[in-house]
């Protein structure tokens, strides 16, 4: 075997070990989850195909590790092999998922371009042909049809027409990737122009300009030759542990990712979530989120809490009812993946490993803890070979009270009544 391959292999039992999935490790064990990878395909498909919206997301749920991070890797894979850009989230403190601009900002930062290693947007932008009918239906869509604030038609104009021009390039990419930009900086960059024309550029909310810029980039993504954008969103089941309000305000956000509200689906966009299982029995059940979610948002009458309690029941439903849920590790599956695992830890060490002993032992529905009892025990038979490991299984029990930490930094626009002028 030569170096790199053992490289590679290497890379792969340190991901598997330390339960971070990476692309040597998944190119290896695969997903193990036909159902869910099938009905992947088939959103890639419709998304390519959609350019008025129309297509949905999906939601998978399971235990903890049983191997939700690990798929998201994989179909992030399986995209990049079909020209998708893609991008990663997990939702955290910094990324909640009720706040779009934030979530655009992580998805711009976490975004891969195929084939590509540079910033992404750079990488989408240049590579733009003006003379192909792709991006001039992007600028028809862009200029007429796509109801966006102005400063997204007045910056692709300025972004032609003016291409010679690599400051004002860096500045309006920057800008499609979340930066801010004024009126009067556009309108200055206008009279610059040789072809001076006028936009009616008006305010917008810091969060409403993000869905728009979420529009914009997915099409500007498809003009440039790519088949479309693809959003990985993990460990969604954090916002269990936001205030009632956030919680209502991500039920919402979760039901809009899965194109479910009327007018929600973005074209050339399609979006993977992960969230536990349990979620649906420890929070809308346990924390009464059903009942109490719509009821206190109703009570205050106002046409907007209306419409929130109406999308956040959405998400609710979503999943209550329309999780796919993740295979559990059955005998073929351990007996599989096992052959696997033990052919990548014979390939990294140069050595053929010892049937594991401790398998048996253990009882879970967790691959991770089958992978790394595997794991662990090859790497004490490899250090001593006459020594006999006992590999204990313990659990982590998630805390799902609310943390106002988590509120801290991101009640700022939470109202979207931060305007850009």
């Known amino acids: 075997m030569n170096i790199a391959d053992r490289v590679k292999s290497k890379r792969a039992i340190e991901a598997l070990r330390n339960g971070v999935p990476n692309r040597d490790a998944v190119a290896v064990l695969g997903s193990n989850q036909p159902e869910i990878e099938e009905k992947f395909r088939r959103q890639l498909q419709g998304t390519k195909r959609m350019l008025s919206g129309g297509n949905e997301g999906m939601l998978v749920a399971g235990d903890f590790g049983t191997g939700k991070s690990h798929l998201l890797e994989y179909l992030r894979h399986l995209a ?62 862009t200029h007429r049809d796509a109801g966006l604030n102005a400063r997204f038609a007045a910056t692709l104009f300025l972004f032609e027409r003016m291409s010679n021009e690599p400051e004002l390039s860096d500045r309006i990419i920057r800008f499609w990737s979340g930066a801010r930009i004024e009126a009067g900086e556009i309108r200055k960059y206008l009279k610059e122009c040789r072809e ?51 919680r209502a305000k991500s039920y919402a956000e979760l039901a809009r990712w899965m194109g479910k509200p009327e007018g929600s689906s973005v074209a050339g966009l399609t979006s993977v979530l992960a969230i536990i299982q349990a979620f649906q029995s420890i929070i809308l059940e346990g924390k009464d989120d059903f009942e109490k979610v719509p009821n206190k948002l109703r009570a205050k009458g106002t046409e907007n809490e209306l419409l929130l309690a109406s999308h956040a029941e959405r998400g609710m439903r979503i999943i209550q009812n329309e999780s796919m849920l993740l295979r559990a590790p059955d005998k073929e599956l351990l007996a599989q993946t096992y052959e696997k695992v033990k052919s990548i830890h014979a390939s990294a060490y140069d050595w053929e490993p010892p049937a594991v002993q401790s398998i048996e032992q253990m009882s879970s529905a967790r691959m991770r803890q089958y992978v790394k009892g595997w794991i662990t025990e090859w790497d004490l038979k490899r250090l001593d070979s006459g020594y006999t490991p006992t590999i204990e299984v313990g659990g982590l029990e998630p805390n799902y009270a609310e943390d106002k930490n988590l509120e801290v930094e991101t009640e700022i626009g939470l109202d979207n009544n931060n305007n850009h002028g």
Request: charge should be negative.
């Open 196 to 246: 001076p024309v006028t936009y009616k550029i008006e305010r917008i909310a810091a969060n409403e300009l993000a869905l728009q810029r979420f529009e914009f980039v997915a099409r500007l993504i498809l003009a440039a030759g790519y088949s479309g954008w693809v959003l990985l969103i993990d460990e969604v089941e954090l916002i269990g542990r936001y205030s009632l309000l956030q």
């Open 80 to 141: 990049l092999e079909q020209n998708f850009v893609c991008s990663k989230i997990v939702v955290s403190k910094e990324t909640p998922l009720f706040e779009p601009a934030k979530l655009f900002q992580a998805a711009l930062e976490a975004a891969i371009v195929p084939g590509k290693r540079g910033n992404a947007m750079t990488e989408i932008a240049t590579a733009l042909k003006f003379n192909s009918q792709e991006y001039a239906d992007f600028y028809q869509w």
